[in-house]
C-alpha cells in the first residue's frame, strides 16, 4: 500500500523540488503551503494528519528571512519552532516526520567539516529558532530525522543564484564577500537525497548534515555563477565587515555528510556540477 506523505512549505525551493520528482515515487503526495494548512494552528495539524491517515511528513516549511528575523522574532519562533511542536505531536505514534533545519544552529566559528554532534551555539534569532525547532522536535517526537542545510539554492523562489544572475546581466561590477566559508547546496540534490531516505531503506531517526560536495565561499560561488552563465560582470571580493548585514552570518558552514552518506548510501555531487545542471535549466526557461 503507498504512503501518504505530507510536504509542508511547498512553494519553498526544497518543496518546488520534491513536487518536481513526486511523480518518481509510488506515494501520495500532499502538498501544502500556509494557504493550505496553517503550521501554528495545532488542531488543524492534528486533524489534517488524522483526516489524510498520513504516514509520513516531509517538513519543509519554515521562517527564513535571515535579517528580518532580528525585527521580529515573535514571528520566527512562531514558525520555526512553534509550528515544528504541532507537527511533533500530531504525528508521534502515528507516522515519522523530516525536518528541514541548518547550519544556523551553530556558531560559524568552526574549523573542520561541521559533524551532527558539534556543539550548538546560534548567532541570530533565525539560528536560535530553528534550533528551538529542533528541541522541540527531539523532545515531542524522537523518531524523526533531522537534516540541516546550508546555502541552498534552485531554479525556483529567490536565492543567490538568482540574484547574482540577475545583478551580473545588469551590473558591470558586483561586490560579494569572500571571507564566509561554505558549501552551495543545490535543492534539487537534497529533495533526491530525501527521498532516497525514505522510499529505498528503512526509516533511520536521528540528525544528520546534508550539503553539496567541495566547498567555496560566496566570492568563488558568485564567480562560478557569472561564469557558466556566460556573463562579464566583474565580481569583486570584500569582507564581511565592508559589508555589515543585521543578523551575524556563520564564517564557516562546511558540513561533514560522512553520516548520511554511509547510513543511507547516497552520493552526494560537487557543488560546481550541480550549479552548471541549476543554470542550463535557467537559461532553458
Same mark, same amino acid.
Given at each position: 500500500?503507498?504512503?501518504?506523505?505530507?510536504?509542508?512549505?511547498?512553494?519553498?525551493?526544497?518543496?518546488?523540488?520534491?513536487?518536481?520528482?513526486?511523480?518518481?515515487?509510488?506515494?501520495?503526495?500532499?502538498?501544502?503551503?500556509?494557504?493550505?494548512?496553517?503550521?501554528?494552528?495545532?488542531?488543524?495539524?492534528?486533524?489534517?494528519?488524522?483526516?489524510?491517515?498520513?504516514?509520513?511528513?516531509?517538513?519543509?516549511?519554515?521562517? *527564513?528571512?535571515?535579517?528580518?528575523?532580528?525585527?521580529?522574532?515573535?514571528?520566527?519562533?512562531?514558525?520555526?519552532?512553534?509550528?515544528?511542536?504541532?507537527?511533533?505531536?500530531?504525528?508521534?505514534?502515528?507516522?515519522?516526520?523530516?525536518?528541514?533545519? $541548518?547550519?544556523?544552529?551553530?556558531?560559524?566559528?568552526?574549523?573542520?567539516p561541521?559533524?551532527? *554532534?558539534?556543539?550548538?551555539?546560534?548567532?541570530?534569532?533565525?539560528?536560535?529558532?530553528?534550533?528551538?525547532?529542533e528541541?522541540?522536535?527531539?523532545?515531542?517526537?524522537?523518531?524523526?530525522?533531522?537534516?540541516?542545510?546550508? %546555502?541552498?539554492?534552485s531554479?525556483?523562489?529567490?536565492?543567490?543564484?538568482? $540574484?547574482?544572475?540577475?545583478?551580473?546581466?545588469?551590473?558591470?561590477?558586483?561586490?560579494?564577500?569572500?571571507?564566509?566559508?561554505? *558549501?552551495?547546496?543545490?535543492? &534539487?540534490d537534497?529533495?533526491?537525497?530525501?527521498? *532516497?531516505?525514505?522510499?529505498?531503506?528503512?526509516?533511520?531517526?536521528?540528525?544528520?548534515?546534508? &550539503?553539496?560536495?567541495?566547498?567555496?565561499?560566496?566570492?568563488?560561488?558568485?564567480?562560478?555563477?557569472?561564469?557558466?552563465?556566460?556573463?562579464?560582470?566583474?565580481?569583486?571580493?570584500? &569582507?564581511? &565587515?565592508?559589508?555589515?548585514?543585521?543578523?551575524?552570518?556563520p564564517?564557516?558552514?562546511?558540513?561533514?555528510?560522512?553520516?548520511?552518506?554511509?547510513?543511507?548510501?547516497? $552520493?552526494?555531487?560537487? %557543488?560546481?556540477?550541480?550549479?552548471?545542471?541549476?543554470?542550463?535549466?535557467?537559461?532553458a526557461?
Amino acid at each position: 500500500m503507498s504512503k501518504n506523505v505530507l510536504v509542508t512549505g511547498a512553494n519553498g525551493q526544497l518543496g518546488q523540488e520534491i513536487q518536481a520528482i513526486a511523480i518518481d515515487y509510488d506515494m501520495n503526495f500532499f502538498f501544502t503551503d500556509v494557504e493550505d494548512l496553517d503550521l501554528t494552528q495545532a488542531e488543524d495539524v492534528r486533524l489534517f494528519i488524522e483526516n489524510k491517515d498520513i504516514d509520513l511528513v516531509i517538513n519543509c516549511a519554515a521562517y *527564513t528571512a535571515v535579517d528580518k528575523a532580528e525585527d521580529e522574532p515573535e514571528v520566527a519562533y512562531k514558525v520555526n519552532a512553534e509550528a515544528v511542536k504541532n507537527l511533533a505531536e500530531a504525528v508521534f505514534g502515528k507516522a515519522c516526520l523530516i525536518h528541514i533545519s $541548518t547550519d544556523y544552529v551553530f556558531s560559524g566559528k568552526q574549523t573542520n567539516p561541521i559533524k551532527e *554532534t558539534e556543539q550548538l551555539d546560534p548567532q541570530s534569532v533565525y539560528g536560535r529558532s530553528k534550533l528551538a525547532g529542533e528541541l522541540a522536535l527531539q523532545a515531542a517526537c524522537p523518531n524523526s530525522i533531522i537534516i540541516r542545510t546550508a %546555502w541552498l539554492y534552485s531554479v525556483y523562489g529567490n536565492n543567490f543564484v538568482k $540574484t547574482i544572475l540577475r545583478l551580473g546581466a545588469e551590473r558591470d561590477s558586483l561586490n560579494v564577500v569572500c571571507d564566509q566559508l561554505g *558549501t552551495p547546496t543545490y535543492a &534539487s540534490d537534497l529533495a533526491r537525497a530525501i527521498m *532516497t531516505m525514505v522510499s529505498e531503506r528503512e526509516f533511520v531517526p536521528g540528525i544528520y548534515h546534508y &550539503s553539496n560536495e567541495g566547498e567555496a565561499n560566496w566570492f568563488d560561488f558568485a564567480q562560478a555563477i557569472v561564469k557558466n552563465a556566460g556573463l562579464t560582470c566583474v565580481i569583486n571580493p570584500v &569582507s564581511t &565587515s565592508e559589508y555589515p548585514t543585521k543578523a551575524t552570518r556563520p564564517s564557516y558552514s562546511i558540513l561533514d555528510k560522512t553520516k548520511i552518506k554511509e547510513t543511507f548510501h547516497i $552520493t552526494i555531487p560537487q %557543488w560546481e556540477e550541480s550549479l552548471i545542471k541549476c543554470i542550463d535549466l535557467l537559461k532553458a526557461n
